[in-house]
């Protein structure tokens, strides 16, 4: 009897195994799948629309960019106003990654809301003095550069229902570079992205 179980538990194994999707990679050029959640096609589509927008305005070409002169970005608060447990860094990353490869922009990590992102370039100043360290080598005081702009935003979701049977997502990326020497906020964008579909979905 215990046989017959043994070889029916087996069966029953081998049977949900070949029933089970197979893993593949995502083409994601082509990937043409929606979720009511947001997903990296989002991210990707709302930091390239802001990225091209902050390129194109006129406040944020650097007085001295014939001389190569760049502007230097601060990363600030970026909240997460959603039902997601989202990175925000899903899209400044992507955002910073951008800027950089302008030849326009270089972001600091020596200097954040919160503290450094990178507490090295201040540890490498403590070096001075010490008999381990070749004190030519060492890292000067005074050659931080500040930053001339701090990026902060929002990433807000709103449910709507549309019947019984469907409801909408609107979901709204919020971005603002702030000039730190008066206070004012020199480029603004904000993209929406909208979704409809099951009632039952939940997009948390």
């Keep these: 009897m215990s046989l017959k179980l043994s070889l029916s538990a087996a069966l029953l194994a081998a049977t949900l195994a070949g029933c089970a999707p197979t893993t593949q990679y995502v083409d994601q050029k082509n990937d043409k799948v929606a979720v009511m959640g947001l997903d990296y096609k989002d991210f990707e589509s709302a930091a390239n629309k802001m990225v091209n927008d902050m390129l194109n305005s006129p406040l944020m070409v650097h007085p001295k960019a014939a001389q190569g002169g760049r502007f230097v ?3 600030s608060n970026i ?27 270089v972001i600091t990590t020596a200097v954040g809301l919160n503290g450094p992102e990178d507490a090295m370039t201040a540890k490498s100043r403590a070096l001075k003095g010490s008999k381990m360290m070749n004190q030519a080598t060492v890292k ?8 001339d702009f701090s990026l902060s935003g929002k990433i807000m979701q709103r449910n709507n229902r549309v019947d019984s049977r469907m409801q909408q997502v609107d979901y709204y990326f919020q971005l603002t570079l702030t000039n730190l020497d008066n206070g004012l906020a020199y480029w603004e964008g904000e993209e929406a992205i909208i979704k409809r579909g099951d009632n039952r979905t939940v997009t948390w």
């Design 79 to 105: 909240t997460n106003d959603t039902a997601q447990r989202i990175d925000t860094d899903q899209l400044t990353k992507k955002i910073r990654v951008s800027l950089l490869n302008s030849g326009r922009f």
């Design 73 to 75: 970005i601060a990363m």
């Design 140 to 147: 000067k005081d005074g050659r931080v550069v500040a930053p």
